[in-house]
């Protein structure tokens, strides 16, 4: 099926995640949308109720900084304090008096009133701490839930999409937008977003009261920190939006590469190319690494330029203060409460910074499960994957299985089924017709490339005709898997067995304790492979490694057969599911589909005319035209290129 492609990518938009470098929005136009932009794309990810779970959180983390406004003003005080003199009060602000009255220190002398209140505005201080730490704790459970709530509920949509949907996206880019991608726009960009909310909320309670004290210094300060922020923020931020953007490229590129050297193993091995594959991997882990680094470097950055500030406008505060006010109580004061002030603004400066830079980073890094997401939103799934739980389902499958699939009959019927692939001008199959009745066999014949396999998709619910119908048991593919789960098996032209035992890759995605071995056992027999396993000593427990690699080609597909007979299927679908096996083998499996007939309806794509030959009926397609139908003898008489092949084979 060479001409019949396996996906194409179409609008970056809507499907390629990596497309912020291959093509699609830029990194650079993703950032220059801001930390709401990304904040909004992580919530659009959420439901209602857990959106409003976080909001209230957030208000409760904002309303944390009144506590730091309560330790501020102690602070202040106990400066006040000190500085008027051990046991005289006559120097004391107005201010400073009326605190201590309204906190009915009032009869306490002036350091039994300084010991009091500093141990409260430390208690204060660490009690806002504490509590803030606790609610973090508490805020980044609930985003590392929903982080596994929202991957499980795009997986599941993903996987329920049409087959031309899932093909437009690499395994690698996938695997990523599903995992890595969900976990940055969750946890990272969402809970950084509350830390900036937290922040802002402490920097506007301070500032106002630090305008009250003195607002010519405060907004000194204001212009002081606020450009040395914005200035480090800018050019601190495209160059973690770079490293972000190398990262997320480097990571999805390794897994293609360490994908592709373990596919192409053999074939590197002859070629003698592995050391190719080996300086491609190494390229990528080091230039991942040195992001790494440098993204490790710049979080740190901000530490060291707010700090320094600290320093030089404390300095300057104390100096300005002592040289021009007259009322040195009244400066000390001052200058502890901008001090103090400081001491909670520069720290709460430096987790804001770090977590605006972490939210460019993450958003970048989440852009892959953003466009998922959106692509997600278009069209309908292909079939509603259940919301039971998994054992819940599983359960229901093999009882289903047992009950032999209540009253589904295996008639299909297509009518007038064309599909076109996006990035072909002519129809990969065109007014295709054929009624199977239950119990019969069709064989799907042709040249490579003639839309055999692609009807066969139509046939098992994977791909929708773009005109036409078709109906198995008298509803569309994907209803009839949704009704009767495991009536219809498919047998692909190349297996994928899974890491794990045969008994995991027979009943494939069924949990061990519901597996019916016996099952299991009869399938074997059927795909006749049975005997090489009794002879190993684990039997069912044996274990395939990954892609079967323990197995020869012939038994990976035995296995296959023997995966899509254990649901005792009433329809069943191959696609050239004999082509690795031996003649013997071959016409072994042909025997046990002889004995199925009558009982479960046949579709067969085959190049092999040995296999065909017994067919009920035969379609025969040119370019995605049907040419010929009929018995085999019919199409031969029709179809010359045909009747040379069988004439070839002594048929």
């Known amino acids: 099926m060479a001409a019949e492609p396996t996906g194409e990518r179409v609008d970056p938009a809507a499907t390629s995640p990596a497309a912020t470098d291959r093509g699609g929005k830029s990194v650079q136009d993703f950032n220059s949308e801001g930390v709401l932009k990304a904040v909004r794309s992580s919530l659009a990810l959420m439901p209602e109720r857990d959106r409003r779970k976080l909001l209230l959180a957030t208000g409760v983390q904002i309303s944390l900084s009144l506590l730091d406004l309560l330790g501020i003003a102690l602070i202040g005080l ?17 201010w400073a008096e009326r605190a201590i009255d309204l906190l009915g220190l009032g009869d306490l002398t002036v350091s039994q009133a300084s010991v009091v209140i500093a141990f409260g505005a430390v208690f204060v201080l660490v009690l806002k701490t504490v509590l803030q730490a606790l609610l ?37 880019e996938a695997i990523y937008a599903l995992g890595s991608g969900v976990g940055a726009a969750t946890v990272a960009v969402l809970g950084s977003g509350i830390i900036i909310l937290a922040e802002i909320s402490l920097f506007v309670v301070v500032l106002v009261t630090l305008f009250i004290v003195d607002p010519v210094i405060t907004i000194g300060a204001i212009v002081l920190f606020g450009s040395v922020v914005l200035i480090s923020q800018r050019v601190l931020a495209r160059k973690g939006a770079r490293n972000a953007a190398v ?39 080091g230039r991942y690494a040195q992001a790494t680094a440098s993204t490790a470097f710049i979080m740190e950055v901000p530490k060291f330029i707010l700090e320094s500030t600290l320093y030089i406008g404390v300095l300057a505060l104390g100096v300005g203060q002592f040289l021009i006010n007259q009322n040195l109580t009244e400066a000390a004061a001052t200058v502890a409460v ?116 692609t009807l066969a998709d139509v046939l098992i619910g994977v791909l929708e005709p773009d005109s036409g119908s078709v109906t198995v048991s008298g509803v569309s593919p994907r209803e009839a898997i949704a009704r009767w789960p495991g009536a219809i098996s498919y047998v692909p032209q190349v297996v994928a067995l899974v890491f794990g035992t045969v008994r995991e890759n027979v009943a494939l995605g069924l949990p061990n304790d519901v597996i019916d071995d016996e099952l299991v056992w009869e399938a074997l027999e059927r795909a006749h492979v049975a005997g090489f396993l009794r002879d190993q000593r684990e039997g069912l427990d044996t274990m395939i490694g990954e892609r079967g690699v323990r197995l020869s080609g012939g038994q990976r597909q035995r296995l296959g ?18 082509s690795a096996l031996d003649a013997e083998t071959e016409a072994a499996i042909i025997q046990t589909l002889d004995e199925l007939e009558g009982e479960v309806t046949t579709v067969t794509v085959a190049h092999r005319l040995a296999t065909v030959r017994r067919a009920d009926q035969l379609l025969y397609l040119e370019h995605g035209k049907t040419r010929a139908q009929g018995t085999f003898d019919e199409v031969r008489a029709q179809v010359s290129d045909f009747d040379r092949q069988a004439s070839l084979l002594g048929l």
């Open 247 to 285: 990262m997320r490229g480097a990571s999805i590129d390794t897994l293609s590469a360490v994908s592709e050297a373990l596919q192409t193993y053999r074939e590197t091995t002859v070629l003698h190319r592995r050391e190719l594959y080996v300086g491609k991997y190494e390229s990528l882990v």
């Open 78 to 94: 106990v400066a006040a304090l000190a500085a008027s003199g051990i046991g005289a009060r006559s120097a004391l602000p107005v």
């Open 338 to 453: 901008f001090l103090a002030a400081g001491m909670r603004v520069v720290p709460a400066l430096l987790r804001l910074q770090g977590a605006a830079i972490t939210v460019r980073n993450a958003s970048v890094s989440a852009m892959p499960t953003y466009y998922l997401a959106d692509a997600l939103k278009d069209g309908t799934s292909d079939f509603a994957i259940s919301e039971k739980s998994r054992d819940n389902h599983a359960r229901d499958i093999q009882e289903r299985i047992r009950a032999g699939h209540g009253d589904f009959f295996g008639t299909v019927a297509v009518a007038g089924v064309t599909v076109r692939y996006p990035d072909s001008p002519i129809p990969a199959v065109e007014d295709a017709n054929v009624l199977v009745p239950q119990g019969t066999s069709l064989a799907l014949v042709g040249s490579t490339g003639a839309g055999k396999s």
């Open 561 to 578: 057969i023997a995966r899509a007979l254990y649901t005792r299927p009433r329809l069943l679908v191959l696609d050239e599911a004999t």
């Open 136 to 172: 973090a704790r508490r805020i980044f459970r609930f985003l590392a839930n929903r982080q596994a709530d929202v991957s499980a509920r795009l997986a599941r949509d993903f996987l329920s999409r049409p087959l031309l949907f899932v093909q437009r996206w690499t395994t690698s």
